[in-house]
């Protein structure tokens, strides 16, 4: 037995002491293998709609529904059956509203009861008993599991069934156990949550939103651009921070910032009404509709023009510094004729909207001015120090990545770079080259050592990395020529506006080169799927969200009001549990509340993308392999005890 193979046993022998031990293991090991896999949710594109995405998360895109069909088929009534599944979602809410009393509150209370302790036994079905206990609340983790192994329909037991509901209705306890009950069915639903990226942008909640995922029992995150783009601006990665507040302004969304970070915007808002307060800045209206007085809308009109200045110019010092990027047509201000008022973009003259630059040299346009970089300094020691931020960013890096391979499923938000023949596109990224798997590899490499690396060089490198991939062309999370910000505020021409998208997203539909991407992330064509987030799916317009016969599917969540006028649905989300891949459409949402009153779920239209010929069990899953692994690795260690290589503890 080699060296480092004994090391290995013996140390596994720790856990294991004896022969009675480790086999027992092996047992419990095996059997887990042959139960049904959990099922897995996947969701992107979430942009900050906190509402939407607790009600998503909380109904998982319609399996709780389904729990509710499997428990009572044709025995309960459609509108009893959505009626419990609001009370799943809502518990508390619901709860709260009851008028009822006396006797019809206590039958109110033992119906619900029962039809909650059924759809938690079949929930719980799939799962060992050692793996629901830890679901369970501690303060009726001993009824719950008593009420969901005993069978009601037992004469022998069905006395002592009743017992425990009876005596939870009489000592008033009956609500706080609904929701307790609820709580369990939510969280045993969905065994393992998926986000595609960006949780941050557009919405009013991504700072919620990250609170409630890292509360979650089985998550991870694969970045989005909007999230790296956040994670730049903790870093302290001046053009992040810059591209982080503007978008703030723009919708609206200053108070994540105030009130969701704490990080202070007076000395920004000071600069911003002293520089431009008799400046309409009729080109930089809010795009989001709330009550604003018309101070509090100047305000915010002000500074959305002062910071989308001040990223101008300091994403025009980037671009000069890297050159390596290939950005110099992002540098406009340098095309600027202020005499004339036009500027010129891509070789063409164009009339600008707007032009009064107070704070711009035109002998070096692209410098701070003292004011600015006064704001630009504050808000570096505010973001970097600010204790949530960091506490979410650092979230995100422990849970998250460019891309996920799991379960034969392949997942990523925005694209592979593609050249127009389908192949990958090579990369120079700081002097090496790279493509496909490679590229995604050494960003992420870069992104952690933007907070982690000691080497200043490397530390700097990885910083502005961040920044790189939020709008490079050659960025597998942005994916299109260049982001035409400056067109959009000062040029009216839509042509300026035009953003063209890479290769891949006309190729998605080519299983010559799905199945090229497939295989460089190391699976096997014929059984995986590519799980892709970023884009909107235009369904109003025909546009499919399963494409390439179902090897690519689209989740884009749609949950950002913002895109919901373009695509004419509030996105799609999926599933995966042990009878295949589930799609789900949604509606917008309108609100909890509304969602509560009227009973409403957000589930249009779902869709079978793939359905197994047999059952997926956890044998059949990543988990699956490496609980085989260790099987191997017991029984190992049982013939080592057995032959008197290792002794027994």
């Known amino acids: 037995m080699k060296d480092i193979t004994r090391k290995y046993l013996e140390s596994l022998s720790e856990l294991y002491p004896t022969i009675a031990k480790a086999s027992t293991e092996i047992i419990n090991l095996e059997a887990i293998l042959n139960l049904p896999k959990g099922t897995e949710h996947f969701m992107s594109d979430i942009h900050g709609e906190y509402e939407a995405f607790s009600h998503v998360l909380k109904s998982g895109s319609g399996a709780v529904r389904r729990k509710i069909e499997d428990a009572f088929g044709n025995k309960m009534s459609t509108g009893d059956k959505a009626e419990l599944a609001t009370l799943i979602y809502y518990p508390r809410e619901i709860i709260g509203r009851l008028t009822l009393n006396g006797d019809e509150l206590d039958d109110w209370f033992r119906v619900k009861l029962y039809h909650l302790i059924e759809v938690c036994q079949l929930t719980a079905s799939k799962y060992t008993r050692s793996k629901v206990r830890k679901a369970l609340p501690n303060d009726f983790s001993y009824i719950i599991e008593e009420l969901i192994t005993v069978r009601s329909d037992d004469s022998n037991q069905e006395s002592y069934y009743n017992s425990i509901i009876d005596s939870i209705i009489e000592i008033k306890r009956a609500g706080a156990f609904i929701v307790a009950i609820c709580e369990v069915i939510q969280r045993l639903t969905v065994d393992h949550l998926h986000i595609v990226g960006d949780i941050y942008d557009r919405g009013p909640g991504p700072h919620i939103i990250i609170d409630k995922l890292m509360k979650h029992h089985s998550v991870d995150i694969q970045w989005g651009n909007h999230d790296v783009l956040w994670m730049g601006a903790a870093s302290g990665e001046l053009g992040c921070i810059a591209n982080v507040v503007r978008i703030c302004a723009r919708y609206g969304n200053l108070d994540i910032l105030e009130d969701g970070y704490g990080i202070n915007l007076l000395p920004f808002a000071t600069f911003a009404v002293s520089t431009y307060g008799n400046d309409p800045c009729d080109c930089f209206k809010l795009k989001k509709d709330k009550f604003y007085d018309n101070k509090e809308r100047s305000l915010e009109m002000q500074m959305h023009k002062a910071m989308s200045i001040i990223q101008f110019k300091i994403e025009g010092q980037i671009i000069n510094k890297y050159p390596e990027f290939h950005m110099e047509d992002r540098n406009l201000l340098e095309k600027i004729d202020i005499k004339n008022g036009t500027v010129e973009v891509d070789g063409k003259e164009y009339k600008l909207l707007d032009t009064n630059f107070p704070t711009v040299d035109w002998n070096d346009p692209y410098k701070l001015n003292d004011e600015e970089e006064y704001v630009m300094k504050r808000l570096v020691m505010a973001f970097t120090s600010c204790e949530k931020l960091q506490e979410h960013i650092h979230f995100l890096l422990n849970k998250g990545s460019l891309y996920k391979v799991y379960n034969n499923n392949l997942l990523y938000h925005g694209c592979v770079p593609l050249k127009k023949d389908g192949h990958f596109k090579t990369v120079n990224f700081f002097g090496k080259r790279y493509k496909g798997r490679a590229l995604y590899d050494v960003i992420e490499n870069y992104i952690r050592k933007g907070f982690y690396s000691l080497d200043p060089v490397e530390n700097e490198r990885g910083k502005i990395c961040m920044w790189y991939t939020w709008l490079n062309e050659n960025s597998p999370l942005f994916g299109k020529d260049k982001m035409a910000t400056f067109e959009r505020y000062f040029i009216a021409e839509k042509e300026t506006h035009k953003e063209r998208k890479n290769p891949y997203y006309q190729l998605l539909e080519d299983s010559e080169v799905v199945d090229r991407i497939i295989k460089e992330f190391g699976l096997d064509p014929e059984n995986a799927h590519i799980i892709n987030g970023h884009v909107p799916v235009k369904a109003k317009k025909g546009e499919n969200p399963i494409k390439c016969e179902g090897k690519v599917i689209v989740i884009d969540g749609g949950f950002s009001r913002a895109y919901q006028k373009e695509t004419g649905i509030a996105g799609y989300t999926l599933t995966y549990n042990s009878y295949g ?69």
């Open 581 to 649: 891949l589930i799609l789900a459409a949604h509606e917008p949402f309108e609100s909890t509340e509304s969602a509560i009153e009227k009973g409403t779920d957000i589930h249009s239209d779902r869709v079978v993308v793939k359905r197994v010929t047999k059952r997926k069990l956890v044998g059949d899953t990543d988990i699956g392999c490496e609980l085989k692994k260790r099987i191997e690795d017991l029984k190992t260690l049982l013939n080592c005890y057995r032959n008197g290589e290792i002794k027994e503890r």
